[in-house]
């Protein structure tokens, strides 16, 4: 069974930088996609960065300058460094991986405050 383990959340003030990581395990293939997904209360769920095996990233126009996605396809590892929050980053923050179909994380709360 895949599972997506996420850690690095928690509060910090405006301005200030938060690394978030999460490990895939329980699979023999290698992730293809990763990608990180936020979702703050009352509102949907919305892509923040992905990136593919072989490194291509795409971001949210709202994260982008900030927040850098980046893997470690031998420890099959995706992170987020995310940079400059601001309030409206407030959200849990799940990590997903494509292998066969999409995994989930369990999601991990960041909070700013201003």
């Known amino acids: 069974q895949v599972q997506l383990v996420e850690s690095g959340g928690g509060l910090v003030q405006a301005g200030g930088s938060l690394r978030l990581s999460c490990a895939a395990s329980g699979s023999i293939f290698r992730p293809n996609a990763m990608g990180w997904y936020r979702q703050a209360p009352g509102r949907q769920r919305m892509v923040v960065a992905t990136?593919?095996?072989?490194?291509?990233?795409t971001y949210a126009d709202s994260v982008k300058g900030r927040f850098t996605i980046s893997r470690d396809n031998a420890k099959n590892t995706v992170y987020l460094q995310m940079n400059s929050l601001q309030p409206e980053d407030t959200a849990v923050y799940y990590c997903?991986?494509?292998?066969?179909?999409?995994?989930w994380g369990q999601g991990t709360q960041v909070t700013v405050s201003s």
């Open positions: 997903s991986a494509e292998i066969v179909r999409t995994y």
């Open positions: 990136i593919t095996r072989d490194g291509t990233t």
